[in-house]
């Protein structure tokens, strides 16, 4: 498995597997299981996809060694703020039947992440949490939190797919060193994305599928990828994509298809900040 250094020295695989949008317990375990069986050994995961209980019993039953490992998962909006980021942290761990995180991420640039940071830092600097992150953090919030704080983020995890390549935010995280990893690498199948010309030729001259091209194509980049499937086949193709190399000129061509435009609602329309403030999970 291909890795990044992240800017604190730790490795991070750069193939993963997602877990959003698989709440039901015994299919996120068997899914999770069957991501680690298939080979893959980085697992994203967060308190807001109500299911770090399943992925903790994947683990247990998988018999991968912990430290084979690299567990992410993440803050939701409610509990941002010094004390109730340190409270969220345990609690996460106790699920996930942890004894440590290999990336914990601010999942929203809302509330008070900049005491959430320094609980963060704290428990970065206490050996809890190997590397320390944040996730859907327009470029100003990064710099921002970069600049009145200590530790730069490790990763910053944004959407990012054929439609919308993130070169701005690329530039800017690589002059500060943030890795950048991709939600929705494939574009969660939206704009007809398996169907897509390009694409399906691509895929076609290099005997592979659609997702495998995409996922090479950013992993090629040096961009982190965390498909997520349900399908044990999908899962082992999505995992199949160290055999090839994407060429400079088809490299070239999936830049056609950016339209530097996201696929989703934006998080700085207030609507959205204020749906995300009233968003809260009872776990
Ligand atoms: P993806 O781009 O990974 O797409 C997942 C969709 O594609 C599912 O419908 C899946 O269907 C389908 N799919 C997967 N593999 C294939 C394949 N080989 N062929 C055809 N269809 C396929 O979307 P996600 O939103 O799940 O993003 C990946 C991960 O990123 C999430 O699981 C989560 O961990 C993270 N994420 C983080 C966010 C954030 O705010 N930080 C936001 C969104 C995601 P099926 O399951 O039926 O196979």
């Not at 877990?19 to 308190?47: F, H, K, N």
Request: with cysteine; glycine share 4%.
């Amino acid at each position: 498995m291909e890795k990044v250094i992240l800017n604190n020295g730790v490795e991070m695989p750069i193939l993963g597997f997602g877990v959003w949008q698989i709440p039901d317990a015994q299919e996120c375990e068997q899914s999770v299981y069957d991501a680690l069986m298939a080979g893959y050994r980085l697992i994203d995961t967060a308190v807001a996809y109500e299911n770090e209980e399943a992925v903790g019993r994947a683990i247990k039953r998988s018999g991968v060694p912990r430290e084979d490992i690299f567990i992410t998962t993440k803050l939701w909006v409610q509990d941002a703020g010094y004390e109730s980021t340190k409270m969220a942290i345990a609690k996460s761990l106790d699920r996930l039947q942890l004894d440590y995180l290999d990336l914990y991420l601010i999942h929203q640039p809302f509330g008070d992440i900049y005491g959430s940071w320094r609980a963060m830092e704290e428990l970065y600097q206490e050996g809890k949490i190997r590397s320390i992150g944040v996730s859907n953090f327009q470029m100003d919030r990064l710099v921002d939190l970069i600049c009145h704080n200590k530790v730069v983020p490790a990763v910053n995890q944004i959407e990012t797919h054929p439609f919308y390549h993130q070169l701005e935010s690329e530039k800017i995280m690589k002059e500060y060193n943030v890795q950048m990893e991709s939600w929705g690498p494939l574009a969660q199948g939206k704009n007809n994305i398996f169907e897509n010309e390009v694409l399906v030729k691509l895929a076609k001259n290099y005997k592979k599928t659609v997702a495998q091209v995409v996922l090479r194509w950013l992993t090629q980049r040096g961009v982190v990828v965390i498909p997520k499937s349900v399908h044990k086949e999908r899962i082992k193709e999505n995992f199949n994509i160290f055999d090839f190399k994407l060429s400079n000129e088809d490299m070239n061509e999936i830049a056609t298809l950016d339209t530097n435009k996201s696929l989703f609602p934006s998080k700085t329309n207030p609507d959205v900040v204020k749906q995300f403030a009233n968003w809260k999970f009872d776990i």
